[in-house]
């Protein structure tokens, strides 16, 4: 029988049973616009309210911080652009190792990268230095969804706070805010944005188990967000546009489920991970693990076979019945070389060579075993 192996987690998760289970209401029976003013529509704009409450318990905020959105991408977009459009002179800086839908936004204001190292951690005192007194907002990924690092965002919070004291004696009243994309993160580590420090957030239900284009950004009271969707208002006018109640039950559901229990995904899956890289270092000989030793989320593992072609091996990979990516999954759609292997100094020949398998929750040993199996056969032919 033909196996099949997912090892593309951080691409996209199967949504949780329970998850499903908590969208269902909200299809067919309690449809109700939450603005109306009968009392199913009342009914419903109630728990609308709960779900917010719920989410806003989880991520250690208060429930009018929090707009829904249709997934990270808008919530990135929310952050830069509701932040940069209300400053057009100022200035924004990103990590070089951001995800498209933060990066792309980034280039319609003035905007610099912050440089990562070979293992794909920011470099803070280079980000210091590029802090100047025109900094508006700053935004660091939690973690990297090609390699999985994790970024040193305490250390981030407090030189944001630094700077924030030494404008006020200055007499520079510019706001510094930052923001963290943690789309790949809230399956493996506590999402407080309070013990966090960050000002602004963003969380995704379709890599939580949860649907595909639901999601939040947390964004603290006294945060200027200009709306980018302009409509009736809804989200505290942050975001306009009749609210999905099954999207939002699904992702308040995903976000309980994923936040409960973090801690041991993260043991289980970190054993998974360090079985993996010692059987693949042990069976594949010349072969590099990209990331971080230290700081490195436990459902990435990124991979460069010199001298294998990625593209090819996904196929072949494919054939045997194992799907794995070759980093991140909207830049292979495009064909374009990753920007994050290029960051952390890989060449474009190397990075050709480079895949990314990550794990989740049905994922098991056998399953990897058989993955390094494979990947020991088809690789021998290729190199
Ligand atoms: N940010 C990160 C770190 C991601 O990994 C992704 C998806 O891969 C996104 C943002 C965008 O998520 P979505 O396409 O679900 O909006």
Same mark, same amino acid.
């Given at each position: 029988?033909?196996?099949?192996?997912?090892?593309?987690?951080?691409?996209?998760?199967?949504?949780?049973?329970?998850?499903?289970?908590?969208?269902?209401?909200?299809?067919?029976?309690?449809?109700?616009?939450?603005?109306?003013?009968?009392?199913?529509?009342?009914?419903?704009?109630?728990?609308?309210?709960?779900?917010?409450?719920?989410?806003?318990?989880?991520?250690?905020?208060?429930?009018?911080?929090?707009?829904?959105?249709?997934?990270?991408?808008?919530?990135?977009?929310?952050?830069?652009?509701?932040?940069?459009?209300?400053?057009?002179?100022?200035?924004?800086?990103?990590?070089?190792?951001?995800?498209?839908?933060?990066?792309?936004?980034?280039?319609?204001?003035?905007?610099?990268?912050?440089?990562?190292?070979?293992?794909?951690?920011?470099?803070?005192?280079?980000?210091?230095?590029?802090?100047?007194?025109?900094?508006?907002?700053?935004?660091?990924?939690?973690?990297?969804?090609?390699?999985?690092?994790?970024?040193?965002?305490?250390?981030?919070?407090?030189?944001?706070?630094?700077?924030?004291?030494?404008?006020?004696?200055?007499?520079?009243?510019?706001?510094?805010?930052?923001?963290?994309?943690?789309?790949?993160?809230?399956?493996?580590?506590?999402?407080?944005?309070?013990?966090?420090?960050?000002?602004?957030?963003?969380?995704?239900?379709?890599?939580?188990?949860?649907?595909?284009? =639901?999601? *939040? $950004?947390? &964004?603290?009271?006294?945060?200027? @967000?200009?709306?980018?969707?302009?409509?009736?208002? !809804? /989200?505290?006018?942050?975001?306009?546009?009749?609210? =999905?109640? *099954? $999207?939002? &039950?699904?992702?308040?559901?995903? @976000?309980?489920?994923?936040?409960?229990?973090?801690? !041991? /995904?993260?043991?289980?899956?970190?054993?998974?991970?360090?079985?993996?890289?010692?059987?693949?270092?042990?069976?594949?000989?010349?072969?590099?693990?990209?990331?971080?030793?230290?700081?490195?989320?436990?459902?990435?593992?990124?991979?460069?076979?010199?001298?294998?072609?990625?593209?090819?091996?996904?196929?072949?990979?494919?054939?045997?019945?194992?799907?794995?990516?070759?980093?991140?999954?909207?830049?292979?759609?495009?064909?374009?070389?990753?920007?994050?292997?290029?960051?952390?100094?890989?060449?474009?020949?190397?990075?050709?060579?480079?895949?990314?398998?990550?794990?989740?929750?049905?994922?098991?040993?056998?399953?990897?075993?058989?993955?390094?199996?494979?990947?020991?056969?088809?690789?021998?032919?290729?190199?």
């Amino acid at each position: 029988m033909k196996k099949h192996i997912y090892l593309d987690y951080a691409a996209a998760t199967p949504m949780d049973p329970v998850v499903k289970k908590a969208t269902e209401p909200y299809w067919s029976e309690r449809f109700h616009n939450p603005s109306a003013i009968y009392l199913s529509s009342r009914a419903v704009k109630k728990d609308l309210d709960t779900f917010r409450a719920r989410v806003a318990r989880l991520l250690g905020a208060k429930p009018a911080e929090i707009v829904f959105t249709s997934g990270a991408t808008e919530a990135n977009n929310l952050a830069i652009s509701g932040v940069m459009s209300r400053h057009p002179k100022g200035e924004l800086l990103v990590s070089a190792i951001e995800h498209e839908s933060v990066l792309e936004p980034a280039k319609l204001y003035k905007n610099k990268q912050v440089p990562v190292d070979s293992n794909g951690r920011i470099i803070l005192n280079k980000l210091s230095n590029l802090i100047s007194d025109k900094t508006i907002l700053v935004s660091i990924m939690m973690v990297n969804n090609e390699l999985g690092t994790v970024q040193p965002l305490s250390e981030v919070s407090n030189l944001i706070t630094q700077v924030r004291e030494a404008r006020l004696k200055s007499g520079n009243h510019l706001p510094l805010y930052l923001h963290s994309d943690g789309a790949q993160a809230g399956n493996y580590f506590d999402l407080q944005a309070s013990r966090l420090g960050v000002d602004m957030m963003t969380v995704n239900g379709g890599k939580i188990y949860g649907p595909k284009q =639901s999601g *939040a $950004l947390l &964004a603290k009271a006294g945060v200027d @967000l200009a709306p980018l969707i302009l409509g009736g208002g !809804q /989200e505290y006018g942050r975001r306009s546009g009749t609210e =999905s109640l *099954a $999207l939002i &039950a699904g992702f308040t559901e995903a @976000l309980e489920q994923a936040q409960s229990k973090y801690k !041991q /995904e993260l043991k289980r899956t970190r054993e998974l991970r360090e079985f993996f890289a010692a059987e693949l270092q042990n069976h594949l000989g010349d072969l590099t693990i990209n990331g971080s030793i230290k700081h490195q989320s436990p459902h990435i593992l990124s991979i460069t076979l010199p001298g294998a072609d990625n593209e090819r091996l996904v196929m072949e990979l494919d054939e045997a019945g194992i799907q794995v990516g070759v980093g991140s999954a909207c830049s292979a759609a495009k064909g374009q070389s990753s920007h994050v292997l290029a960051a952390i100094g890989l060449s474009s020949k190397l990075a050709r060579s480079t895949l990314r398998f990550s794990f989740g929750r049905q994922t098991t040993k056998e399953d990897l075993s058989y993955a390094v199996k494979t990947l020991v056969r088809l690789t021998a032919v290729q190199r």
